[in-house]
């Protein structure tokens, strides 16, 4: 009530970009302070079974992630973790730093709750990142979602996503390869049957290699996909995901869609993908398209649009085991994630499942594909 009535209202005068990072720097001071950061801890974490999964070996405490983008640098991950979530994702991180795209790049779409970004993947770079990570204790379940670096040509990306693999190996609990930001030049084509093929291979391959000189288990690796594919592309996403072994999906990124905004002066922002209500029924839906033609068989991380326990809810029953949140986050305040899981908690209790896992996919049939408008 206290954020959206007073801080929200406040923060929302001053540039989106800025106030992130002021915000994240003032996080970190305060939740620097133990006796914070324990106070926060435990009122925004719910511990229940009920909440808990143990997905590709990992055990995650509740459901719900930071989805990437939000620590690009690995900068504030523990701070971030302690207002509640399962898991934070970092990243995009590529194998070189880079600037990313000129500011304003980041803009709020009040009227339809939603952020519009063209960040372009700014970011430290892979070894960075990595002597960042090196020194830091690791409290939450970490992933680590890796991009192409811009200047680095399509045919050579195998290698520069490589680059970051092998850095970042040790401090990874899973793996993304984001081939889906529509701010990176072309990177989408990456999601095509033959370059898509090439990369995942190339990826288990060096994963495999990594795991035998380390004797470790192999790192799980999720693709992140785009809202905006076509069925076609799907088939064929999920044909290389069969192919390479990969072990889940991400649906979904930023949309380029923006025939349904209403935000005056929207249309003159540039170009950009669109995330939060915008991206949430397309997102859904191809969860459970997903869900559906795998049989529930691939793991699932939902993210687009969830504000809500009720989202998250209808997102997990859709078919996905894990949701993320970025976009409701900044809409909702700190005291979202707690409620999320609250809300998780309750539904289980009132529909006698004794694990959130007995609500997955529980709207997709799996014998009648669901159409998905393109
Ligand atoms: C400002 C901004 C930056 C983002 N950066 C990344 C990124 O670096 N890598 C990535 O995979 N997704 C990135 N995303 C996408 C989110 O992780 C998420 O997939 C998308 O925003 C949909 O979720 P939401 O509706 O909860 O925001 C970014 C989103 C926003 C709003």
Not at 86 to 114: A, S
Request: aromatic share 8%.
């Amino acid at each position: 009530m206290l954020y959206k009535k007073v801080v929200r209202p406040i923060l929302f005068r001053f540039d989106p970009e800025s106030v992130h990072h002021f915000v994240m720097k003032w996080l970190r001071v305060a939740l620097g302070l133990s006796f914070v950061r324990a106070i926060v801890k435990r009122w925004c974490c719910v511990h229940t079974s009920s909440l808990e999964q143990t997905m590709w070996g990992l055990e995650f405490d509740n459901p719900v992630g930071l989805a990437a983008g939000f620590d690009k640098n690995a900068e504030h991950f523990n701070e971030l973790a302690s207002l509640g979530f399962g898991y934070v994702e970092i990243g995009t991180v590529t194998g070189e730093g880079q600037v990313g795209n000129e500011r304003p790049r980041m803009f709020r779409l009040p009227e339809d709750r939603g952020l519009l970004n063209r960040m372009g993947f700014n970011n430290h770079g892979s070894s960075v990142v990595a002597a960042r990570l090196a020194k830091k204790r690791i409290e939450p379940l970490l992933g680590v979602n890796i991009g192409k670096t811009k200047v680095v040509p399509l045919d050579e990306a195998p290698a520069d996503y490589e680059k970051s693999f092998r850095r970042l190996f040790d401090f990874a609990r899973y793996f993304v390869v984001n081939v889906s930001s529509p701010n990176t030049p072309g990177l989408r084509e990456l999601q095509n049957k033959e370059p898509l093929t090439e990369l995942l291979a190339h990826l288990q391959r060096i994963n495999a290699e990594m795991a035998a000189q380390k004797s470790v288990a192999r790192r799980p690796i999720l693709l992140k996909i785009a809202p905006d594919i076509t069925d076609g592309q799907l088939d064929d996403i999920l044909e290389v995901i069969d192919a390479c072994d990969i072990d889940g999906i991400i649906a979904t990124n930023t949309t380029i869609e923006r025939d349904d905004l209403h935000t005056p002066g929207q249309d003159e922002l540039g170009p950009g993908g669109v995330s939060g209500r915008p991206v949430r029924q397309r997102s859904v839906e191809l969860i459970r398209r997903i869900y559906t033609l795998t049989e529930g068989r691939l793991p699932i991380i939902g993210v687009g649009g969830i504000f809500t326990a009720e989202d998250a809810l209808e997102t997990i029953r859709a078919g996905a085991s894990l949701v993320q949140v970025w976009t409701g986050f900044i809409y909702e305040g700190p005291s979202a994630i707690r409620r999320i899981n609250r809300g998780l908690e309750r539904a289980c209790k009132e529909n006698g499942w004794a694990n959130i896992r007995e609500a997955v996919g529980v709207d997709a049939h799996p014998k009648a594909i669901p159409e998905v408008a393109q």
